[in-house]
């Protein structure tokens, strides 16, 4: 397609400097500036050999005109100090047609180097253009503009909890979303939805844009430092009124908080390395070991992989798991079971056990306990405490259960595993909380001791 018409009557826009042709039959037209090649952050526009736009800077929009439809228009950018239409860096021809409503938006890069990739530059044109919203919401067209910015998907986190667009494209118009104006908080996310890149809040309340028809672009580089340190990526705005384009906020991305503990007394997993997402998370971890708590991204698909710790990708995972953690939720997951085909009796299969709602301190002045049967072969039991309290504290514990936490005081505890029947002590363990490091390991006693 080609851009703009034959002149006939030249009327100058004088805070922008454009040509406005009047013409019996017209199309409306805006254009936007999106090309983040440093070499074209201020360009003149010229029609037809004419200059039409002067010193166009990159993140600005004409407002809507009127311009002759049905013929051809010869568009050339060139230079900001350019003399005539002769310095031009690129030419395209537009033709538009009567009555119909357009936005023309520049992108790509010049090809003078610099860049990676290299996206040819062009002149991206939507038809069906709206200058104000259909209904009483606000109508967002959506524009993928980033050269160097993989197929997305757009999630709206705030409001409707979705994907608003997939599959998202450079050089793809999303076509209108009809809104309602409330504030969104947008999560540009991969397309495999494991990894949110970006969040950016889009006020549309609380900037008063009900009844507006709104362009929102990617723009800029998610790398800029393979892009000759151009500006950097974000989500901007151009208004029906043109002018300088609005950035999007950006707004917090959401995670939820993990310890990973290695439980699975299989020899043969005595040590593993643990992947998320397919990059190395855990290199080497050995059974009867914990990371410590750490930020995740919620809200997103996660596959965590358990492989031999001789692995040299995820490719040699024998284990995998996926999850969709809610934000602001902190979670415990426990390898347990075997791994193994023979030798173990019973062998039960291998397993990540998740507990939510975990806690990295206590909630009172003493000391919150959590406990998990991860004994492949022990039954089901009581843990009874005998030096403090003298009662049974779990009842009818059973192989991948947790109990919930215990909020103790921090006391010198003394744990007698028993059988459900409370018949027998099968062992008894110290649990000195009140005179032991915090990180210290509770010391075996006897039965006859305890």
């Known amino acids: 397609m080609k851009l703009f018409p034959t002149l006939r009557t030249t009327l100058i ?19 936007i500036h999106n090309c983040a090649d440093l070499n074209a952050a201020v360009v003149d526009v010229y029609v037809n050999g004419n200059l039409a736009v002067p010193d166009f800077g990159f993140r600005t929009a004409t407002p809507f005109i009127d311009l002759p439809s049905g013929v ?18 690129f030419t395209q021809t537009i033709n538009l047609a009567d009555g119909e409503t357009y936005i023309a938006v520049a992108s790509g890069t010049l090809g003078l180097g610099g860049y990676n990739p290299a996206t040819p530059f062009t002149i991206e044109v939507f038809s069906g253009a709206r200058e104000t919203a259909q209904g009483a919401g606000t109508d967002v067209l959506a524009l993928h503009g980033a050269t160097d910015a993989p197929t997305v998907d ?4 705030a409001v ?30 991969t397309a495999d939805n494991s990894t949110i890149v970006a969040a950016y809040a889009a006020p549309l309340q609380t900037l008063g844009l009900q009844g507006a028809a709104l362009t929102v672009l990617a723009s800029g580089f998610l790398n800029p430092a393979n892009n000759s340190n151009g500006p950097a990526f974000g989500l901007w ?32 997993a005595s040590e593993v390395d643990v992947y998320l997402n397919g990059a190395l998370l855990v290199d080497d971890f050995a059974f009867r070991t914990a990371t410590p708590f750490v930020d995740v991204q919620a809200g997103v698909d996660l596959t965590l ?9 995820v490719a040699d995972a024998i284990a995998n798991f996926n999850y969709n953690l809610p934000a602001d939720e902190t979670f415990i997951l426990v390898a347990n079971g075997i791994v193994s085909a023979s030798g173990y009796n019973p062998a039960t299969p291998f397993d990540i056990l998740v507990f939510p709602g975990a806690r990295e301190t206590a909630q009172g002045a003493g000391t919150d306990v959590l406990a998990l049967h991860g004994a492949t072969d022990a039954p089901t039991v009581d843990v009874f405490e005998s030096a403090v309290v003298s009662t049974t504290i779990i009842d009818d514990f ?22 459900a029947d409370n018949s027998t002590i099968v062992a008894a ?12 390991l509770p010391s075996p006693c006897s039965p006859a001791d305890s």
Do not use: K, M
Request: hydrophobic share 45%.
């Open 237 to 268: 705005v151009a208004l029906p009124s043109g002018g300088a384009l609005v950035e999007l906020p950006a707004a917090t991305i959401p995670t939820a908080r993990i310890q990973a503990i290695h439980n699975s007394a299989d020899a043969a």
């Open 154 to 157: 757009v999630f709206e986190s």
């Open 429 to 440: 363990y110290a649990a000195p909380l009140q005179t032991s490091a915090s990180r210290a």
């Open 398 to 419: 059973s192989y991948s259960d947790f109990a919930g936490y215990l909020e103790l005081p921090t006391l010198d505890f003394t744990l007698q595993v028993r059988t």
């Open 160 to 189: 409707v909890s979705t994907t608003i667009i997939g599959d998202f494209s450079y050089s793809d118009f999303a076509g209108y979303l009809e809104l309602p104006t409330l504030d969104f908080t947008l999560q540009v996310r």
């Open 72 to 89: 051809d228009l010869d568009v050339a950018i060139a230079p900001g100090n350019s003399t005539s239409a002769g310095d031009a860096l």
């Open 13 to 31: 826009a004088p805070s922008l400097g454009l040509a406005v042709w009047a013409s019996a039959q017209t199309a409306r037209l805006q254009v």
């Open 305 to 313: 992989s358990i492989a031999p710790a001789t692995s040299t990708s």
